[in-house]
């Protein structure tokens, strides 16, 4: 769904782009993540309720496949949802 959104999550090593992140396929064998090209801002965009639900909806997803523990699901839903 081409939002144009990114979703980007804090750890120890600093800031994850999720779609940066390679796609593992159920043997354990990673797919070749396509170029893309790099739209980065270090300005947040402004909120918008349209580009808010499709994020959650993504962040829906990646929790749904067992990517994201109930515990990232829950905080980065919550900082989205302050969004709006």
Not at 36 to 46: C, L, R
Not at 49 to 62: I, N, Q, S, T
């Amino acid at each position: 769904q081409g939002t144009g959104g990114s979703l980007t999550f804090s750890s120890q090593y600093g800031l994850v782009d999720v779609a940066r992140l390679p796609v593992v396929e159920a043997d354990g064998v990673p797919q070749p993540v396509p170029a893309t090209p790099s739209n980065t801002s270090d300005a947040p965009a402004p909120p918008g309720g349209d580009d808010v639900f499709a994020l959650l909806e993504r962040l829906a997803d990646l929790h749904a496949k067992g990517i994201l523990s109930a515990e990232e699901f829950a905080a980065k839903k919550t900082e989205l949802l302050n969004r709006i």
